[in-house]
Nanobody, 115 residues
Framework: QVQLVESGGGLVQTGGSLRLSCTAS????????MGWYRQAPGKQRDFIAD???????NYADSVKGRFTISRDNAKNTVYLQMNSLKPEDTAVYYC?????????WGQGTQVTVSS
């Protein structure tokens, strides 16, 4: 069983920045992809970004150029740097660890962007 612990959410004004962190309790962190998703109230959970073991990255169009995903394999941690935040970025943010057999999700961290 893989445990994911997220942190870094909070309340920020429009145009501000936040950095989310997600630490995974697994020995195979460095060789597996990691991703970030978000879910706004009443909406489905949407893909934001992911990163492979080779540091290849993909982003949703809605965050491209504003958000950056990165990973530190020595710390078993993936980050999401969020800049130029907008009210529509308000959501619960989840990290995902893609295991060999199944995916694991964090508990989520709330990000609220005030206008």
């Amino acid at each position: 069983q893989v445990q994911l612990v997220e942190s870094g959410g909070g309340l920020v004004q429009t145009g501000g920045s936040l950095r989310l962190s997600c630490t995974a309790s697994t020995s195979i962190f460095s060789i597996r992809p990691m991703g970030w998703y978000r879910q706004a109230p009443g909406k489905q959970r949407d893909f934001i970004a992911d990163i492979t073991s080779s540091d290849n990255t993909n982003y949703a169009d809605s965050v491209k150029g504003r958000f950056t995903i990165s990973r530190d394999n020595a710390k078993n941690t993936v980050y999401l740097q969020m800049n130029s935040l907008k009210p529509e970025d308000t959501a619960v943010y989840y990290c995902k660890f893609s295991g060999r057999i199944r995916d694991y999700w964090g508990q989520g961290t709330q990000v609220t962007v005030s206008s």
